[in-house]
């Protein structure tokens, strides 16, 4: 049904300069932000939420091939709080969505052993939204694989004021003093502080769409991620491209501000 009308725009993928190693060195954190939607719908003369339907396919395939490939921490932008200013019946699908996915999804996360993780401003999501975030966060709780980690109602610059005020207001309280306060009080108080301290930070940020952009999305945990954009909207984002996304990943070379590393015959 999805794919009745003739794309007007269709995207061919393209060659990557780089093969995909298998046993080579996997990003434990691979954040996405899943752009495109709307105009992969629009391509093919259909609504925009039929395009954010297909889109979720596509979380489908992907987180499962993530988990696969060993990956271990996948974060997905799914909403930001820029996005209530969209139309009010996309923005209604759109919290509909988290029902209808985790509904259907998460007996294959529990299969997977995928840890379903929401973050982001929970508390203004519609009711019914916020209770399928819940359910699926209660039912996979005990899984020790993949931490799928979705971006919901979330917004990077809120998150470090939020997290500014927590910690001065413990500051006021004399739970901590302002020399106390270093790099690990602020990345504690973001909302990747719920994982493991090398699992915080993504050393991966993929987006599609051909834009090339940051959209207000882990400002503060991306300081060091190496970034891979791609034409492909997010409906046609597939392993393969996954995989290509990593392989660039493989051939980076990540000094962290420090200098490479004096190859042997300059030694």
């Known amino acids: 049904m999805l794919r009745f009308f003739p ?3 269709k995207y061919i993928q393209e060659e990557s300069t780089f093969t995909f190693n298998s046993e080579g060195p996997i990003p434990k954190h691979v954040a996405v932000i899943m752009d495109g ?7 093919r003369r259909l609504p925009r939420i039929a395009g954010h339907k297909e889109g979720m396919n596509t979380v489908k395939k992907i987180t499962k091939h993530a988990s696969k490939l060993g990956i271990k921490v996948l974060t997905l932008y799914a909403f930001s709080t820029e996005n209530w200013k969209r139309p009010t019946d996309e923005v209604r699908f759109l919290m509909q969505l988290p029902v209808d996915f985790f509904d ?6 529990i299969k997977e052993n995928v840890k379903v993780h929401v973050m982001g401003y929970k508390e203004y999501l519609p009711e019914h939204t916020q209770d399928a975030v819940e359910r699926a966060i ?5 899984n020790t694989g993949m931490v799928l980690n979705f971006a919901l109602n979330y917004g990077s610059r809120a998150e470090i004021v939020t997290a500014v005020k927590e910690i001065a207001r413990k500051s006021e309280q004399n739970k901590i003093s302002v020399d106390e306060i270093t790099e690990t009080t602020i990345a504690d108080h973001l909302m990747t502080g719920f994982l493991n301290d090398d699992l915080r930070d993504p050393e991966l940020l993929i987006r599609t769409s051909g834009e090339e952009r940051i959209s207000n999305f882990l400002l503060w945990q991306i300081a060091y991620s190496e970034l891979f954009f791609t034409d492909a909207l997010w409906p046609d984002f597939n392993d393969k491209l996954l995989e290509t996304a990593l392989a660039s990943f493989q051939n980076r070379n990540r000094r ?3 200098l490479k590393e004096i190859e042997e015959e300059d030694k």
């Open 104 to 109: 259907t999804f998460v007996p294959e996360l």
């Open 37 to 43: 939607n709307g105009r992969w719908a629009q391509n």
């Open 7 to 9: 794309q007007k725009n």
């Open 256 to 258: 962290f501000g420090g």
């Open 138 to 142: 209660e039912q996979t709780k005990n």
